[in-house]
């Protein structure tokens, strides 16, 4: 029986589209060839910070952030926004008495745009807090310590099949695949889809598998 959910941060509760279009203004390109660039690696399952090596050969990813501090552009988590779906999605989950929180990849800092969603007494973890990173079993480890509960009663709610999907299903948690964003809509054609125990298009699909089995 499922008692609690964990969701990833980008493009699961949160969309990285405003973060991603502030990179191509600062690169000189359009958004779509950024975002044309990063499914590519993406579909090569490659590091997705390549993206910027094809769209300018010899990036300095260090320098460019360096730069973009001086020029006071806000940092890539900064620009994040809530998925307008997310708060009902927790809601309904919090009232069926299942307990809610979110863990993910993330630098420190990165927990405040998930403030006025999660409530301070639920879990929001980054793995820059945590020194632990996805998909290390440590990361999934870490939750179920965090929690107070074994795998088996544990969703875990992600975009990615890589970080997310996998390395949750390995630890024995259920595992909903959310198909949306660049590595949702890629990885949802890979054949490790099929290991998710759901598949869903937003997130209160996502909920509705979970309650399904609690």
């Given amino acids: 029986m499922i008692r ?9 509760l949160l969309s990285e589209e405003r973060s991603w279009r502030s990179w191509a203004e600062w690169l000189g390109v359009a958004p779509q060839e950024l975002f044309a660039a990063l499914g590519a690696v993406i579909e090569r399952r490659v590091e997705h910070m390549l993206a910027f090596e094809l769209l300018v050969p010899g990036f300095d990813l260090e320098r460019a952030l360096a730069e973009r ?43 405040s745009a998930l403030a006025s969603l999660l409530l301070s007494d639920e879990l929001v973890a980054t793995s820059a807090d945590w020194g632990v990173s996805k998909p290390d079993p440590a990361f999934f480890a870490r939750i179920c310590a965090s929690l107070a509960l074994p795998p088996a009663e544990i969703a875990y709610v992600g975009d990615r099949l890589d970080n997310d999907i996998l390395p949750a299903a390995a630890s024995g948690m259920f595992t909903v695949h959310v198909r949306r964003g ?7 054609s890979w054949p490790e889809a099929t290991r998710a125990d759901a598949s869903a298009r937003d997130l209160e699909a996502a909920a509705d598998a979970i309650l399904s089995h609690t």
């Avoid at 609690?4 to 699961?12: H, L, N, P, Q, S």
């Avoid at 988590?77 to 307008?84: A, K, T």
């Avoid at 919090?94 to 420190?108: D, L, M, T």
């Fill in 4 to 12: 609690a959910a964990v969701f990833d941060f980008g493009e699961t």
């Fill in 69 to 111: 501090a001086a020029a006071g552009l806000p940092r890539h988590q900064e620009l994040y926004d809530i998925y307008p779906d997310a708060p009902g999605a927790l809601s309904g989950l919090r009232s069926a008495g299942v307990v809610v929180g979110a863990a993910g990849n993330q630098p420190a800092g990165a927990e």
């Fill in 182 to 188: 660049p590595w949702g809509v890629i990885h949802s």
